[in-house]
């Protein structure tokens, strides 16, 4: 048998396996699931998605309800499509939904199942990270120690965007915003925004794009073995690679302790290695549990998060600047006002600039034309679907002052 007609055999069988595994385990509990579209074999309901999955889901909540019930692959989801709903699952019922689903890629990434994002059981070891980042990390006092570096890394880039404009050169303004995160958050966790020896910044890229691509092993699982989208291979190489660098960043950092390097600000991972010696009762539930893997599960999930997420909001915001000159104007005219003898925008600024804070955070819902708030039911039954007065069409879009 060639290795073609082995593979097909293989997928056939478990198909079958599969379809019979299926109908056992749902018959007896269909009944008890809430309302949804029939799926088919195998796939469930993926095939329905379609390019835009939000606009799909959407539909179909207005014809099954604000609570329906899907098959991706050999997944079952809940989805959950208003606000009364989602407040049940988020907030009612938050400890019992906390866990995250077991993410195929999570155990190829540097020790990935042990960082607080990445982690699938909520738990004793994710509440005691989160409490030691938001104290050692995220606190006021530890923000603000760390304010001169970050003002030294914008100072670069304000000046680098100087040199370019006397020299008429065009500038990609997204990637310099990404790079000014990275070296802030890296300043922060390391000590140092660069190393010759390393290019963190690529890796950390390759990275969030591989685990972040639809991998179809976290719906069909058997499928994983045979990575047909070659995303296993790519996150072992890069997993590998990523290792590689943490460990030289803490391999670093134990050395500086070892012969009492006087640093002026301590950094993350300074922090986070002397819990191993210390013996404080704030984060004992962590220091009993810290390790190396840890610890480098940690760091990346760190850097995901800063990096991501910041840059994301910051290109939008500059995006839709430019698509409103107007509004741009007014953001211009406030900063001057603020700032009338100043290089540039300083963070003790940031409370005084009302107008921007209201551009960043201000959003309206926009009802569809014709149609009033007074004309709208918002009565829910959950479990069954029930007729609005209206359909709420509406949408969240940029509310400009």
């Known amino acids: 048998m060639s290795p073609t007609d082995f593979i097909l055999v293989f997928l056939l069988v478990a ?21 949804g579209p029939p799926g088919l074999p195998l796939v469930g309901h993926l095939h329905m998605l379609g390019k835009f999955p939000p606009r799909t889901l959407y539909k179909l909540s207005q014809k ?15 989805i959950v499509s208003s606000p009364s709903a989602a407040e049940l699952f988020l907030k009612t019922h938050d400890t019992v939904f906390a866990s995250r689903p077991k993410s195929h890629a999570a155990y190829y990434s540097p020790d990935g199942t042990k960082a607080m994002g990445i982690s699938d059981q909520y738990g004793p070891y994710w509440r005691s990270v ?38 008429r050169v065009v500038v990609d303004v997204s990637e310099k915003v990404v790079r000014l995160i990275e070296d802030m958050t890296c ?27 639809f991998n179809i092993a976290d719906f069909i699982p058997f499928l994983g073995a045979l990575d047909l989208q070659g995303l296993n291979r790519r996150l072992r190489v890069t997993s590998r690679a ?10 670093d950092h134990e050395n500086d302790a070892s012969i009492d390097n006087k640093k002026h600000i301590r950094d993350f991972v300074d922090v986070i290695l002397s819990l191993r010696n210390s013996h404080t009762t ?11 893997s840890n610890i480098k599960a940690i760091l990346l999930d760190l850097i995901f998060a800063a990096i991501d997420t910041s840059h994301a909001a910051i290109e939008w915001i500059m995006s839709e600047l430019i698509r409103h000159p107007r509004v741009m104007k ?37 009802l569809p034309f014709g149609i009033s708030p007074n004309g709208l039911n918002m009565d829910e039954s959950f479990g069954l679907t029930v007729p609005r007065a209206k359909n709420l069409l509406a949408i969240p879009s940029v509310r400009f002052p």
């Open 187 to 213: 300043r922060m966790l390391f000590g140092k925004s660069k190393d010759d020896r390393f290019n963190l910044s690529e890796i950390v890229h390759e990275l969030a794009e591989v685990m972040g691509a």
């Open 330 to 366: 007014l953001v211009q005219e406030e900063i001057g006002n603020v700032t009338p003898d100043c290089e540039f925008v300083e963070e003790s600024h940031l409370s005084k600039l009302n107008y921007l804070d209201m551009l960043v955070h201000s959003f309206d819902w926009e």
């Open 282 to 292: 704030t984060h004992e539930q962590l220091a009993n549990n810290i390790n190396r």
């Open 64 to 78: 099954y309800g604000p609570i329906m019930s899907l098959r991706l692959g050999s997944v079952p989801t809940i």
């Open 15 to 35: 198909v079958v396996i599969h379809f019979f595994r299926t109908i056992l385990t749902t018959r007896g509990r269909h009944n008890q699931l809430p309302p």
């Open 130 to 167: 989160r409490k030691f980042c938001t104290l050692e990390l995220l606190s006021v006092t530890r923000i603000d120690a760390m304010a001169g570096q970050r003002r030294e890394e914008l100072r670069l880039v304000v000046e680098s965007l100087k040199k370019a404009a006397g020299g």
């Open 242 to 251: 990523a290792d590689k660098i943490l460990e030289t960043i803490i391999d």
